[in-house]
């Protein structure tokens, strides 16, 4: 996992509650992502931050917030305006940079369900 | 959508070279091809990425094709502990973003 972690590793809510999932990471990476993953499909990314104090909505952003305020940490809040937030949510981390090869290193997961 | 096609699921015998093929006919000159797998309920593990030539590193073997529409993926020696979904993805760049677009992968199942 490089260096990336993500906690809990399971988290339970009931229907209309907000939940903030944790991603932190050691790698002084730039920039951060957060993707999420339902059973037997790939990975859509919720959004993404290039730098502290900014970040953009990717796919799939309705229903969720996040906010950069230091370099290492990039917490998610699955809001209760989120419809069908049971799923594996995974956080990635990049060097940054716009062009070139710049490759994300994924956190553990979490697998979240509500009740 | 997702810029690459890949089969839905392979075998492959224990030992033996694993090769996963992945289209991307829509590739631009400057994107690059990754690959990384993905063991169940775990993330996704970076394999290798290359643009235009030929790479290996100490887990696989990445060729691409002349014309960069294809790629394949080499895993030399299969093992059991390679059993994993593999995604293949073309890196996109929107505005000053990273979109790394994950398609639904290729499910490899080693056998003994």
């Known amino acids: 996992d490089g260096g990336i972690t993500q906690s809990p590793k399971y988290l339970f809510r009931k229907e209309g509650q907000n939940v903030t999932l944790s991603c932190e990471q050691n790698l002084n990476h730039d920039a951060m992502y957060w993707y999420r993953q339902d059973p037997g499909q790939g990975l859509r990314l919720i959004y993404y931050s290039q730098i502290v104090n900014d970040f953009q909505k990717g796919d799939i952003a309705e229903g969720y917030s996040v906010s950069r305020e230091k370099k290492e940490s990039f917490p998610l809040t699955v809001t209760s305006a989120q419809k069908n937030p049971t799923a594996f949510y995974l956080c990635?981390?990049?060097?940054?940079?716009?062009?070139?090869?710049?490759?994300?290193?994924f956190g553990p997961g979490t697998r979240l369900t509500v009740l | 959508d997702a810029k690459t096609t890949q089969p839905t699921s392979m075998d492959c015998a224990e030992g033996r070279a694993a090769n996963l093929p992945c289209n991307h006919s829509?590739?631009?000159?400057?994107?690059?091809v990754y690959w990384y797998r993905q063991i169940h309920s775990q993330g996704p593990q970076y394999i290798i990425h290359g643009l235009k030539n030929n790479e290996t590193n100490e887990m696989a073997s990445l060729i691409i094709t002349e014309d960069r529409k294809s790629s394949t993926l080499i895993l030399p020696h299969a093992t059991l502990r390679d059993t994993a979904v593999y995604y293949c993805?073309?890196?996109?760049?929107?505005?000053?973003?990273?979109?790394?677009?994950f398609g639904p992968g290729t499910r490899l199942s080693v056998l003994p």
């Open positions: 993805i073309v890196r996109v760049v929107e505005n000053y973003g990273q979109n790394f677009v």
């Open positions: 990635a981390s990049s060097a940054g940079g716009r062009f070139g090869s710049d490759t994300q290193y």
């Open positions: 829509t590739i631009s000159g400057n994107e690059y």
